[in-house]
């Protein structure tokens, strides 16, 4: 946060658990007061930027950060080209199918903050513990989540996805796990690494550069 504040020639607000202020709100993951802000930002209808942990290449200090502009998650698609994608050195693999649906519930903090939510009762259930989902689960034939990165890595490994609105994988997803979609993925691939940092170009101001389209 202070190397995004030192880009934007923002404030950081170092408290552990900030309030609201006026103004472009930028928050960090879900905990210590950051719905709270977003919640009165929308209201006042003031600008506010979300970020968390990123979507390809993600890592604390060393990795990606995503940042998203009033939602939790880039859930469109840009026309963008593909350097930044390119640079993750990362391979969409072709679509394939298996035998199983592999289901990964939302976390507690999660269920906590956007209410109820409904899961399949069936299907093999993945457990969170650093791994991507696919490694655990090789022969997926669909991944069902709700907003978990584990959808955005099962469209990159060429599995389809099941996934709420507010997901990145949205653009990707099948609307069932009986209705399996595998559409063209590099646009939204391209789109996606536009979404996501590295401290050092939150730093120098590269994010902001992008970020501020949106305003």
Not at 189 to 208: P, T
Request: charged share 20%.
């Amino acid at each position: 946060m202070r190397a995004f504040a030192a880009g934007c020639q923002g404030e950081v607000v170092d408290e552990p658990f900030p309030t609201y202020k006026p103004g472009i709100s930028v928050v960090w993951g879900l905990l210590r007061g950051a719905p709270e802000i977003i919640e009165e930002a929308n209201a006042r209808g003031d600008p506010w930027f979300y970020v968390d942990h990123g979507y390809v290449g993600r890592g604390h200090t060393h990795g990606y950060y995503r940042v998203t502009y009033k939602l939790h998650q880039k859930t469109w698609v840009e026309d963008r080209p593909s350097d930044r994608w390119d640079a993750l050195n990362t391979k969409l693999n072709a679509w394939h199918s298996g035998s199983d649906v592999v289901i990964v519930p939302p976390a507690p903090m999660v269920r906590a903050l956007f209410g109820p939510i409904i899961m399949p009762e069936t299907g093999v259930e993945s457990v969170k513990n650093g791994k991507p989902v696919l490694e655990k689960f090789p022969n997926a034939k669909v991944v069902v989540t709700w907003n978990s990165i584990a959808a955005v890595e099962a469209v990159i490994g060429g599995v389809p996805c099941v996934v709420h609105g507010i997901s990145a994988a949205k653009p990707m997803a099948s609307p069932s796990v009986d209705d399996l979609r595998t559409p063209d993925r590099a646009m939204w691939a391209n789109s996606l690494a536009y979404g996501q940092f590295l401290i050092s170009e939150m730093e120098r101001g590269i994010a902001w550069k992008i970020l501020k389209q949106y305003l």
